[in-house]
């Protein structure tokens, strides 16, 4: 029963890891898509998205009417620069960077106060349920860093000759179990 519990509880962290990292790639594609829609006039966007890369294409292009298009490329590409980072911060969180986890939503906390300075409180209010769930993904990161250590001592265990019973319980586990085992091996080690 036991083995049961760590595996839905394994699972449960896995999958609320996997959901808070995630979150970075959204924020970076929605917020592609609403510089794209900014470019051709579009009419809506996604409120998930980066305020301050929105914020970074409208300056430039005010600018770039004085001061010639190069702004508006320069700042095309520095929404592009911020987008790269939430993307980098998704890979290194997937990885189990706590770091990644933490910076991200440094930045995106910080992208929800300018909105709310800015008075759209609308969009700073739904950066919250991604800041929440970047939050649980953090938790879970750091669980699954405990999980991923013991996994691997108790694998080590096991190759240096551990006892029968060991070796019959590694016989029962389900596939399931034994994926989650192979999964938190692996995490355990992309995080070395």
């Not at 036991?2 to 970076?28: C, M, P, T």
């Not at 700073?124 to 405990?146: E, R, T, W």
Request: glycine fraction near 10%; proline fraction near 1%.
């Amino acid at each position: 029963m036991k083995n049961n519990w760590h595996l839905d509880e394994g699972l449960r962290l896995v999958r609320q890891h996997r959901n808070g990292s995630g979150w970075f790639f959204w924020i970076a594609g929605l917020s592609l898509v609403n510089i794209i829609m900014a470019i051709i006039n579009g009419s809506w966007g996604f409120v998930f998205g980066l305020g301050t890369a929105e914020i970074i294409y409208y300056v430039a292009q005010e600018l770039s009417y004085q001061l010639g298009s190069f702004v508006l490329t320069a700042g095309i590409a520095l929404s592009l620069l911020l987008m790269g980072i939430f993307v980098a911060l998704g890979f290194g969180s997937r990885k189990g960077k706590n770091l990644c986890f933490i910076l991200g939503f440094i930045l995106y906390a910080l992208d929800a106060i300018l909105l709310v300075v800015l008075g759209d409180y609308m969009g700073a209010l739904f950066h919250l349920y991604p800041l929440y769930c970047i939050f649980k993904g953090l938790q879970a990161n750091k669980y699954l860093i405990v999980m991923a250590s013991e996994a691997e001592k108790h694998h080590k265990l096991n190759e240096e000759g551990g006892s029968d019973g060991e070796a019959a319980e590694e016989d029962n586990l389900t596939e399931v179990q034994k994926n989650f085992r192979k999964e938190m091996q692996s995490l355990h080690r992309d995080m070395h």
